[in-house]
């Protein structure tokens, strides 16, 4: 069992280059998560999907784009790379509901030279 | 919007020593809370929830936490630490809609 599944795991850009984060869950949840982490930060919500074919931001979405391609997948997209977003970046899925928590994948770490 | 804050940056603790991380959220209402642990290396892995009901919750590898409503505090507890709780520990809210907030975390370090 799979769960959430990220790729790639590692990745170093120079600055203004793109890159697609893919995700993909096999556990049939409808609510899909893009966060990053960083030292001392927590975890920072970069966007959400509740359902298929539904996206919206989260606290800090700017420079970033998601496509929820289908309840699968959930891509998380950088047109532009910058140095402020070296960063890792999970991946989380859950059931809708109140009662469901998040399940991760393994994170991604992203160096912007 | 909601916070989370999480009283200690770094805890270093023996072997067999108890534990205690505190949480706190800065509003009420109705709330979800969640502890989160993440060994190095490794993803964010759930060590328990609160939903509703007994305040006490008991999670996986022996810790358990306490939600206080009118201190607006989950705080996490195990009586006695092993090397193998060396981790980062999260708490995590859920108030409204799909969001989670969580804390800065803490980094345990337990000594053999």
């Known amino acids: 069992n799979a769960g959430v599944t990220q790729t790639p795991k590692f990745q170093v850009l120079k600055t203004g280059q793109s890159m697609t984060l893919q995700c993909a869950q096999d556990?049939?949840?409808?609510?899909m998560y893009w966060y990053r982490q960083d030292p001392g930060m927590g975890l920072r919500l970069i966007y959400y999907s509740a359902s298929e074919g539904t996206t919206d931001k989260g606290e800090v979405p700017n420079g970033y784009n998601v496509s929820r391609l289908n309840k699968r997948e959930f891509s998380l997209r950088l047109e532009s790379a910058a140095p402020s977003q070296t960063s890792v970046y999970f991946c989380?899925?859950?059931?809708?509901?109140?009662?469901?928590?998040?399940?991760f994948g393994e994170g991604s770490r992203l160096t912007v030279l | 919007a909601q916070s989370v804050s999480q009283h200690n940056h770094h805890v270093i603790l023996s072997e067999a020593a108890s534990l205690e991380l505190g949480c706190n959220y800065s509003?009420?209402?109705?709330?979800?809370l969640f502890w989160y642990v993440q060994y190095p290396g490794q993803h964010l892995q759930l060590l328990l929830k609160y939903f509703s009901g007994d305040p006490l919750v008991k999670g996986i590898k022996g810790f358990e936490a306490e939600f206080i409503k009118s201190k607006f505090s989950f705080n996490l507890r195990k009586p006695s630490v092993q090397w193998s709780d060396t981790a980062e520990y999260f708490c995590?809210?859920?108030?409204?809609?799909?969001?989670?907030?969580f804390g800065p975390g803490t980094r345990l370090s337990v000594l053999p």
């Open positions: 995590a809210v859920r108030d409204y809609g799909q969001n989670f907030v």
């Open positions: 509003y009420g209402g109705t709330v979800n």
């Open positions: 989380a899925s859950r059931v809708t509901g109140n009662t469901g928590e998040l399940f």
């Open positions: 556990m049939n949840h409808n609510s």
